[in-house]
């Protein structure tokens, strides 16, 4: 865990705030690599996960940016209310889901709304290293941008193509005819709104890119329906326990509640951190972590989201 202090709240667009956070002590903080995110302690005790978006080699701050969700389970909304300029916050050391792929030969960053945040620490990186890349960012209007202002000025500015969806009709993405044109070493990274990342994803599996050149990353899985969800049991290989998972209950709740530790962070299956591993029976995948192709294999679930399609799991535990 790091002692921060919010050195900086900016308003950085309609319903988004960024904060620029430095050690308490002074000094460097831990490198972290572009696409990293951090562990926020926020007030109320929740802890939430927010990209890194300054530039890498930046070590005395990091800066995140946060958008105010109308459905907001806790954590954003205490950012925005509760965390002030000067304010101490707990943190966890950078951790990195969402890495640039070092054999491409090109990358097509696609940015939605709030999902430019890992996109710009991203463009600090390959503008570093000389790469080839685009930065599209869409936004449904200029007023809900955030950092219209920093991308205007950054060194990489030429390799940005901005798309307001409440604009002319010729500036608009037309992702079909950027994915069709993209030779083989070429790699996608997205992130943003579920429905706009699907529509970018969606492109890319109608153009024959192969999962392993698409890159995401999701900051909240769909909602289920709780009335479809029903109990299973789970067991655990190395004891042969076994537990009852009620409907209304997570694998990850339960075995917390016997004393079974298993790291989690999201608890929204985006993360990845509970990944186990599944001996027997087929997961009900409800992550957006793992690929279409990693849930086929179905040797891994998300405990703290997924449930199972088979009565039983047994879980490598």
Not at 65 to 70: A, F, N, Y
């Amino acid at each position: 865990m790091l002692q921060v202090n919010v050195s900086r709240k900016t308003q950085e667009a309609e319903g988004v705030c960024s904060f620029e956070l430095c050690p308490v002590a002074g000094g460097l903080l831990p490198a972290f690599e572009a696409g990293a995110h951090i562990d926020v302690h926020v007030p109320g005790g929740l802890i939430r996960q927010y990209s890194l978006c300054n530039d890498p080699q930046d070590r005395d701050r990091y800066l995140i940016g946060v958008l105010q969700e109308p459905g907001s389970r806790g954590g954003s909304q205490a950012m925005h209310t509760d965390v002030e300029q000067g304010q101490t916050l707990t943190i966890g050391a950078p951790r990195n889901l969402f890495g640039l792929q070092p054999g491409a030969t090109r990358h097509l960053l696609f940015a939605g709304g709030i999902g430019i945040t890992p996109m710009l620490s991203m463009a600090h990186t390959l503008c570093h290293q000389g790469a080839d890349f685009e930065l599209h960012y869409c936004f449904r209007s200029s007023d809900r941008a955030a950092f219209l202002q920093a991308l205007a000025a950054a060194p990489f500015a030429e390799r940005i193509r901005l798309h307001d969806d409440s604009g002319a009709q010729g500036q608009k993405l037309d992702i079909h005819a950027l994915l069709a044109s993209a030779d083989a070493g070429t790699h996608l990274y997205v992130c943003g709104p579920a429905g706009f990342m699907n529509h970018v994803l969606t492109a890319g599996d109608a153009a024959g890119w192969p999962q392993a050149r698409l890159h995401r990353e999701f900051f909240a899985a769909p909602a289920a329906d709780p009335d479809l969800d029903s109990a299973f049991e789970v067991v655990l290989a190395s004891s042969g326990k076994t537990f009852t998972i009620p409907a209304d209950r997570s694998v990850f709740e339960v075995l917390d509640d016997a004393g079974i530790y298993l790291e989690t962070s999201c608890e929204q299956g985006v993360c990845g951190t509970c990944m186990t591993g599944v001996l027997e029976g087929i997961p009900e995948h409800r992550d957006q972590f793992m690929s279409a192709d990693e849930h086929a294999r179905n040797d891994r679930f998300t405990p703290c989201c997924s449930r199972s399609k088979t009565p039983r799991l047994v879980l490598d535990l």
